[in-house]
């Protein structure tokens, strides 16, 4: 049972930097395009194939370490799990608003979907925090 702990929180944690990169590389894209069909096209390319299985990956991995201690929550494995819950929220929140946006007002959108990746970032980060500071 100790080498399946052991193997899970491995994989957990790269997942949660496969994720982190995955984050700052949205954040690159979203700075360097200019044109919001090009960028609309290239995110219906590129949120199935990165975006989606590094988060439900991260989650995946956090449920099998929750079971294998058999689900003992504590503050860390909470606060993980109401991080998630906001992760997937705001990501549905840009999605459906670059789906709404037209192409002149792309600009403006620019300027939220920032805002939704910092603090996407910045959940990922103070949750890594929180849990490395209160796991048990």
Known sequence: MEYMLHYGLLAHKYLIYAYIAVLFFHLAVLLKSEDGSRYRRF??????????????????????????????????????????????????????????????????????????????IFIVFATTFIAIKFAS
């Open 43 to 120: 995110m219906l390319i590129y949120n199935p194939m990165l975006v989606l299985p590094t988060l439900g990956g991260v989650l995946f991995s956090g449920l099998v370490l929750l079971t294998v201690n058999q689900f003992s929550f504590d503050i860390a494995n909470s606060v993980m799990i109401v991080a998630s819950i906001g992760l997937i929220i705001h990501e549905y929140k840009r999605a459906k608003e670059l789906r709404l946006t037209p192409n002149a007002e792309f600009s403006h959108y620019k300027k939220r979907a920032l805002r939704y990746l910092a603090t996407n």
